[in-house]
């Protein structure tokens, strides 16, 4: 039987998505991307998720496209293959309706450093690294690479990092702010399902919509950011978390959200 190359598992509200394919470093064939967008979908649609964890099996996270998948190297229309794989890999976590965790268990490379960074919140084990591995092929950051970077760690580190194609050890990544968090290896999961509980009680709507609204801002002049926010701020004033959270708040008891 062919072994899965995403597993996933669910505990309470947490979703954990599990890259599979560790022989060849998590790398994505068209049969992951096959199962991996399917699985994020299920996560989205499911109303009873309020938190998703992506990490990878073995001792790497993700070493980015499968130089070797035939379906997907070789005489193939590169420019094809970032429209139907990851366009609407990048966009869908970018627009989860629940807060994303990326626990990085080792090597992210390529599209598998900038999967990460399409997450809310990376968390690094020590010993894990990032490299934008494209310059040594030929290609330039892709999966958001190229608008994620410079946003995270301005136009010289991003350049930097993008030309070089240097190793990023995960201290580094936290020293510069391209990711949240670098913990023990052996923290790793622990650390993830813990930031995920607590993402859990929280408005998952208002989540979503904040980091709506950071994104779109960059774009905007500091007016426009305001619109944005008070457009926002009148939709989710109506909701039902916002009455819950005020509500809890003053009978000094924990806030039940269910909105998402
Ligand atoms: O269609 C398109 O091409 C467009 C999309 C592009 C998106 C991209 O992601 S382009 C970038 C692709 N990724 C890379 O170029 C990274 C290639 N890998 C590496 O540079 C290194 O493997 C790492 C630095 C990530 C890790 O190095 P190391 O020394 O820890 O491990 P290793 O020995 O190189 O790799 C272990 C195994 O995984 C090895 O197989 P083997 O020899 O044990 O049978 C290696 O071939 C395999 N592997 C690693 N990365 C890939 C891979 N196999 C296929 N594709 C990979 N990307």
């Known amino acids: 039987m062919t072994e899965p190359t995403v597993l996933v598992a669910t505990a309470g509200a947490v979703r954990t998505i599990t890259l599979n394919r560790p022989a060849a470093l998590n790398s994505f064939t068209a049969a992951m991307h096959g199962e991996l967008l399917p699985a994020l979908q299920q996560a989205a649609d499911d109303k009873a998720i309020r938190a998703l964890i992506i990490t990878g099996s073995g001792r790497g996270f993700c070493a980015g496209q499968d130089l070797m998948d035939p379906a997907m190297t070789g005489d193939v229309d590169v420019g094809a293959v970032i429209e139907r794989c990851y366009r609407p890999l990048a966009t869908r976590l970018r627009t989860m309706p629940v807060p994303v965790i990326a626990a990085v268990n080792g090597v992210a490379a390529g599209a598998g450093a900038n999967m990460a960074l399409c997450c809310d919140f990376v968390l690094a084990a020590r010993s894990a690294s990032f490299i934008q591995a494209f310059s040594k092929i030929g290609l330039v950051p ?119």
Do not use: H
């Open 142 to 260: 892709d999966c958001g690479g190229s608008w994620l970077l410079p946003r995270l760690v301005g136009r010289a580190r991003a350049l930097g990092l993008a030309m070089s194609g240097d190793k990023l050890p995960a201290e580094e990544a936290e020293r510069i702010g391209l990711i949240w968090k670098c913990v023990d290896d052996a923290a790793l999961m622990d650390s993830a399902q813990a930031l995920a509980a607590k993402l859990c009680l929280m408005p998952s709507r208002a989540l979503a919509e904040t980091r709506r609204l950071l994104d779109s801002a960059m774009a905007m002049d500091f007016g426009d950011a305001i619109t944005q926010e008070a457009d926002t701020q009148r939709e989710l004033g109506r909701a039902g978390d916002f009455a819950e959270g005020v509500a809890a708040f003053f009978a000094k008891r924990p806030p039940v959200f269910r909105d998402r």
